[in-house]
């Protein structure tokens, strides 16, 4: 009975910022990594952030300097910080953890991002 629900995302003027959070309810043990994805109109799921436990956050380009990812595995959670946000950010964004164990990751319902020009 593991879920994840995402909250922050919301319709935003260009230039602005949002916090995307992502909470996991139920027994996860042995997270491996935490991410951010996206998939926008007409576009296939991307990755956007993605974080794991020996290594430093990696970033889709066209997000660096702009995206902030962070988790605390303790407490189950992960952000995404997004700043100086554009109109091709527009997308529904989605949390993920790898976990050790089938079913091997779990995914979030989504949250909707939009960026008005």
């Known amino acids: 009975q593991v879920q994840l629900v995402e909250s922050g995302g919301g319709l935003v003027q260009a230039g602005g910022s949002l916090r995307l959070s992502c909470a996991a309810s139920g027994s996860i043990v042995s997270i491996n990594a935490m991410g951010w994805y996206r998939r926008a109109p007409g576009k296939q799921r991307e990755l956007v952030a993605l974080?794991?436990?020996?290594?430093?956050?990696n970033y889709a380009d066209s997000v660096k300097g702009r995206f902030t990812i962070s988790r605390d595995y303790a407490k189950k959670m992960v952000w995404l910080q997004m700043n100086s946000l554009k109109p091709e950010n527009t997308a529904v964004y989605y949390c993920n953890y790898q976990v050790a164990t089938i079913p091997y990751d779990y995914w979030g319902q989504g949250t909707q991002v939009t960026v008005s020009s």
């Open positions: 974080i794991s436990s020996r290594s430093n956050p």
